[in-house]
């Protein structure tokens, strides 16, 4: 737990949140600013910074749960369709430090925008990067 991280204290029940599930290791709850109705946020009780601290076995635990409770939405809310977010870093939109997975319910004709500008790329360029990323692993 870190004492100036403010989903450590949701986490933990320290600070009340509009709960939905709770379990040993996550507590899913609805998002106070939410881009839609029924936004989630799943968070793990342990801290972990981003995805880059997150280990193999919590990640499978959460993206589990995160199945479930899209299904549960789907259910409850009826939307018509339903992202999954997760922020690392500022310049990706990340504001709190603590990992945390969005499911974000989507209606139609809803103002919600996650898009990008696609770019033009070449065989060589998507080749070498390949390769990086490979090399890294
Ligand atoms: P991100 O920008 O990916 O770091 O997402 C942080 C999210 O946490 C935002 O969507 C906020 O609205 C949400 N948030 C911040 N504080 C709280 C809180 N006390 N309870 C619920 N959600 C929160
Ligand atoms: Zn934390």
């Not at 936004?39 to 981003?50: A, Q, V």
């Not at 369709?81 to 990992?99: S, Y």
């Amino acid at each position: 737990m870190k004492d100036d991280c403010i989903f450590c204290k949701i986490a933990k029940g320290k600070i009340p949140s509009a709960t939905i599930y709770e379990d040993s290791h996550f507590r899913v709850l609805l998002d106070v600013n939410p881009a839609s109705k029924g936004h989630c946020l799943i968070i793990p009780k342990e801290h972990f910074d981003n995805i880059y601290d997150l280990d193999g076995e919590t990640a499978g635990k959460l993206f589990s749960l995160a199945t479930c409770i899209a299904r549960a939405m789907k259910d409850a809310l009826h939307c018509d369709g339903l992202n999954v977010v997760q922020n690392n870093g500022e310049i990706a939109g990340q504001t709190v430090m603590h990992f945390h997975l969005h499911l974000i319910p989507r209606y139609e004709g809803d103002q919600v925008q996650l898009t990008w500008t696609p770019h033009e790329s070449d065989q060589s360029e998507l080749e070498a990067i390949c390769q990086a990323i490979r090399k890294a692993i």
